[in-house]
Nanobody, 126 residues
């Protein structure tokens, strides 16, 4: 059974940094896509970043380019989201997700991801 466990959320002041982690178990990751999405209250879930497990691509939402970095540790089956220069509008529950061998263009759509973590809250105060 595939499980995704996120950690690293919290409360931070604007301009600060956080690093989210997502550990995957129950499946050997190969050419899979892993993504980060977020959902603020009363808003739809939105794409943040994605990475191909074979190293084929990384992709970012325009709103986080230059501030967030997605990376992976193959040995630990873990994907990270380093978030710098955080803004109040980044406040949301952040979810990691695992899909199959998705093309980069598909990774912005939550419906293409099969497995989801439980979410971790990120709150940025002004």
């Amino acid at each position: 059974q595939v499980q995704l466990v996120e950690s690293g959320g919290g409360l931070v002041q604007a301009g600060g940094s956080l690093r989210l982690s997502c550990a995957a178990s129950g499946r050997t990751l190969s050419g899979d896509a892993m993504g980060w999405f977020r959902q603020a209250p009363e808003k739809d879930r939105e794409f943040v970043a994605a990475i191909n497990w074979s190293g084929g691509y990384t992709r970012y939402a325009d709103s986080v380019k230059g501030r967030f970095t997605i990376s992976k540790d193959n040995a630990k089956n873990t994907v990270y989201l380093q978030m710098n220069n955080l803004k109040p509008e980044d406040t949301a529950v952040y979810y990691c997700a695992l899909g199959g061998p998705l093309p980069a263009i598909a990774t912005i759509y939550p419906r293409y991801f099969t497995y989801w973590g439980q979410g971790t809250q990120v709150t940025v105060s002004s």
